[in-house]
């Protein structure tokens, strides 16, 4: 088992910035990749960066999004700047095992999920 946690989220104006956090903890020697996934009111959720053999971003946030971990690759980080109204949403960590092709951006991929955390920007 992995437990998952993020925190970080808040209410932030338009062209502002915040620091999104995912703890990892229980089999950690099991996780291969680390991934942000959102999820806006009445949406679908959609794929934003992942972390594993390589760094991969959503055209929606690439130049303004970067996505980071810990060297014990337990932790992953989303710095969000230049943030947009169309950001708001619920973000969601993912954390997917070792085993098999990894296909960043299918959420059916990862194995764990975090509980979210809420991303407000205001314009």
């Known amino acids: 088992q992995v437990q998952v946690v993020e925190s970080g989220g808040g209410l932030v104006q338009a062209g502002g910035s915040l620091r999104l956090s995912c703890a990892a903890s229980g089999r950690t020697f099991s996780i291969y990749a680390m991934g942000w996934f959102r999820q806006a009111p009445g949406k679908e959720r959609e794929f934003v960066a992942a972390s594993g053999s390589s760094t991969y971003y959503a055209d929606s946030v690439k130049g303004r999004f970067t996505i980071s971990r810990d060297n014990d690759k337990t932790t992953v980080y989303l710095q969000m700047n230049s943030l947009k109204a169309e950001d708001t949403a619920v973000y969601y960590c993912?954390?997917?095992?070792?085993?098999?092709?990894?296909?960043?951006?299918?959420?059916?991929?990862?194995?764990?999920w975090g509980q979210g955390t809420q991303v407000t920007v205001s314009s």
């Open positions: 993912a954390v997917k095992q070792y085993g098999g092709v990894w296909y960043p951006h299918n959420q059916g991929q990862y194995d764990y």
